[in-house]
């Protein structure tokens, strides 16, 4: 590999008549190509276990103090919005891969470089790291590090890197899931979430959905990971929820705009894991507009308000003890909601095989559930 370019970039030959591979791509015998931070190189095939990724230890990323530099290697970015993004990146001494979320903390990363700030995105990152910092789960994402160490001209946190995607994106993949793995998702999620419940003071989360909960690998039973508590709550004697936040198809009936504005409790965690499990055993959103009559004028708010929903045939194939738990779940006041012990208890989650499974792969070296 040899830095022949006059913009300071790699190139790479190919003297192997075995072949080389770039990104997947073969390289012609004694071809000259230039490669980029973050490219994968392998030798004899694609697939090969003799391979290395390129990190270009010039590469540094703007707005970030020197001491975050020297410390942490961004490869790709994961997902990105207006104010920020999620990096893929490696820690320098032992090259462990992580995930990192920035915000834009000051309007200027230098004089030629100005981004839009997020009043909201920064509050929502300090509420998460002030709320991870409190937290230790193995259904939770871990937080590692955060921009509290350094000053910065972004703000960051770096967490735990789950390369299974987002829960979403597995429902995408697979439209429904059986009983048996729905069950093993949602006493994870339920584990993760009633913990948070029990603390003192108690942490809301406030925005469960599906894209907000991370897998740890591909595997069918792989292990759950809460993430993104940037709109979490904590409430004691002295605070009370009743912001309207959080996704719309997921939302309470006691959060919606429609509904007169009132506090609201942990239940609205529950109702939003109740519309996971809903998805997960049917394949569709119950109040989704797309899947009600054409001629239904109500919107998205007036069906969750009025708990309105429908089972299509696909209900056929789910238990009598799923759908009870689904529907308790979907108590419109709060108050008649099932607690998350009460749902782990529940006729439909006892089932021994799933929680002898979740105990082995998650809880193994920590306390297994209890019922």
Not at 107 to 130: F, K, Q, W, Y
Not at 190 to 205: E, G, L, N, T
Not at 302 to 318: M, Q, T
Request: aromatic share 10%; proline share 4%; hydrophobic share 40%.
């Amino acid at each position: 590999m040899e830095k022949l370019r006059e913009d300071g970039k790699f190139t790479i030959v190919n003297n192997s008549p075995i072949g080389t591979f770039v990104n997947g791509e073969q390289l012609n015998y004694f071809r000259t190509l230039p490669i980029d931070h973050g490219d994968v190189v392998a030798l004899c095939s694609a697939e090969s276990a003799a391979s290395f990724t390129f990190y270009d230890n010039y590469h540094s990323y703007l707005g970030y103090h020197r001491d975050f530099n020297n410390r942490y290697l961004i490869l790709s970015i994961i997902a990105s919005g207006m104010y920020g993004e999620v990096c893929r990146a490696i820690v320098k001494r032992n090259n462990s891969v992580v995930a990192i979320k920035t915000v834009h903390a000051t309007t200027c990363g230098s004089p030629h470089a100005c981004v839009m700030v997020n009043p909201r995105g920064v509050d929502a990152l300090r509420n998460e790291i002030s709320v991870l910092s409190q937290l230790e789960h193995p259904c939770i994402v871990k937080m590692l590090d955060s921009a509290g160490n350094w000053p910065s001209k972004r703000m960051f946190i770096v967490m735990e890197f789950h390369g299974g995607g987002y829960l979403q994106q597995r429902m995408f993949d697979f439209a429904l899931f059986s009983e048996p793995n729905a069950k093993y998702w949602l006493v994870q999620m339920v584990s993760a979430i009633r913990y948070c419940h029990s603390r003192s003071p108690p942490i809301v989360h406030r925005n469960l959905n599906p894209a907000n909960v991370l897998l740890a690998s591909a595997d069918e039973f792989a292990t759950v990971k809460i993430t993104d508590l940037g709109l979490s709550k904590l409430v004691n004697d002295d605070t009370v929820c009743k912001t309207y936040c959080g996704t719309p198809l997921y939302l309470a009936p006691e959060v919606v705009p429609s509904v007169l504005r009132r506090p609201y409790t942990e239940a609205v965690d529950v109702w939003s894991i109740r519309v996971m499990l809903f998805l997960m055993l049917s394949g569709y959103n119950p109040f989704d507009q797309s899947n009600h009559s054409a001629s239904d004028s109500l919107s998205t708010s007036d069906y969750i308000a009025r708990g309105n929903f429908w089972l299509n045939n696909k209900w056929n194939s789910v238990s009598l003890d799923g759908k009870t738990l689904v529907k308790q779940m979907l108590q419109i006041d709060q108050k008649d909601r099932p607690k998350l012990k009460d749902i782990l208890s529940s006729i439909w989650m006892t089932d021994s095989h799933v929680i002898t499974k979740v105990n082995k792969i998650v809880f193994a070296a920590t306390d297994t559930i209890h019922h």
